[in-house]
């Protein structure tokens, strides 16, 4: 994109603008670039240009006085601020009436003027530059697709990355907002083609109506069914009814005698102190009851408190999960302590 492209797209036509535009650098990131030649390219970043353009006002362009004489027979440069240049004549000057030489008051200094870029007034196109740019537009028109968007964005004059670059002739009255300009080059977006439609599933076609005999033999079957479920249910509970009926009386013939024995001395039960001590005698291996002896269950809240310790091994609640044997013995243990527990709080009045 040359400069001549960027103004033929500009949409406003004002001799007055400045144009500058945003240069990379790698010291401080980017710089502002003055152009002025139609046919120079614009610098670009990730294919957008980014220009800064400033209203000059007619105030900033005046010529500025000066204390300064000029010599006469020189002739200034155009972009001289000093005084317009003098036209060289050949008549000869008529000489000056010679005045008295008075005390030579005090100059001022003249303001500094940058040679190398002023403010001026931008110099009018050309008859060519104005048909070129009045046929730019034609040919943009005819190719949309390759001209690039105009986007016009305001740029703040306070900011301090957009202080110019180049020395600047101060202004005096306050200037309008530059306005930057990004040229974003057009994307072409690629829509995908849309999903083939779903299949619908055929509706399935409705049951045949089942007739008044069919019906009822359908009923029956359910009923017939579910009677057939609870007999099997039934018989299976008889049949572990029976075979633990069956364990339990070999568990019985098994242990009774030896438990017999240890709850009772010649038909006459013991007391719960010999009863808690010798309980380890009787009690299926890996219990986790602990052997005690006589001398732990002397007084009564020792015998309370072992009565409580071998209630949480032999209770029928904690012997649910155990085997038929294991759950013989453990009620046998658990009625004849409980019994002598219960002779020994009457005896003690405990």
């Known amino acids: 994109i040359t400069f001549g492209d960027f103004l033929a797209n500009f949409p406003i036509r004002d001799p007055s ?17 003055d152009i002025k030649s139609t046919t120079e390219a614009l610098p670009s970043k990730a294919n957008i240009v980014t220009a800064k353009i400033l209203k000059l006002d007619t105030a900033s362009c005046l010529k500025r006085k000066s204390n300064l004489r000029l010599k006469s027979g020189i002739k200034y440069s155009e972009s001289s601020e000093l005084a317009p240049a003098p036209v060289q004549s050949n008549k000869k000057e008529a000489p000056k009436p010679v005045k008295k030489e008075t005390a030579p008051e005090p100059q001022r200094k003249p303001t500094p003027v940058s040679t190398t870029e002023t403010r001026s007034k931008p110099s009018q196109p050309t008859p060519t530059q104005q048909s070129q740019s009045q046929e730019t537009p034609r040919r943009t028109q005819s190719s949309v697709d390759t001209t690039p968007k105009v986007v016009v964005k305001e740029a703040n004059l306070l900011d301090g990355d957009d202080q110019p670059t180049s020395p600047i002739k101060p202004v005096t009255e306050v200037r309008k907002a530059p306005v930057a300009i990004s040229v974003e080059a057009p994307v072409a977006v690629s829509t995908p083609p849309p999903p083939p439609p779903e299949p619908i599933a055929p509706t399935p076609p409705p049951p045949p109506a089942l007739s008044r005999e069919e019906l009822v033999a359908k009923r029956e079957a359910s009923v017939q069914e579910q009677v057939d479920s609870a007999l099997r249910e039934k018989r299976e509970r008889d049949e572990a009814r029976e075979k633990e009926e069956q364990e339990l009386e070999e568990a019985r013939s098994k242990y009774d005698r030896s438990l017999t024995a240890w709850a009772t001395d010649n038909g006459k039960k013991r007391n719960v102190r010999t009863l808690l001590s010798t309980m380890h005698t009787v009690i299926w291996a890996g219990s986790r009851w602990k052997p005690i002896g006589l001398g732990d269950v002397l007084t009564p809240a020792q015998v309370k408190l072992a009565y409580r310790k071998a209630m949480l091994v032999v209770h029928t609640d904690r012997c649910s999960g155990l085997d038929v044997e294991k759950k013989f013995i ?7 302590i409980n019994e002598a527990y219960t002779e020994f709080l009457e005896k003690e009045d405990v």
């Not at 500058?20 to 650098?25: G, I, K, L, M």
């Not at 453990?330 to 004849?336: C, L, Q, T, V």
Request: glycine share 8%.
């Open 17 to 33: 603008l400045h144009y500058r535009f945003q240069v990379e650098d790698s010291k401080f990131g980017y710089t502002w670039k």
């Open 330 to 336: 453990g009620k046998r243990i658990f009625e004849a």
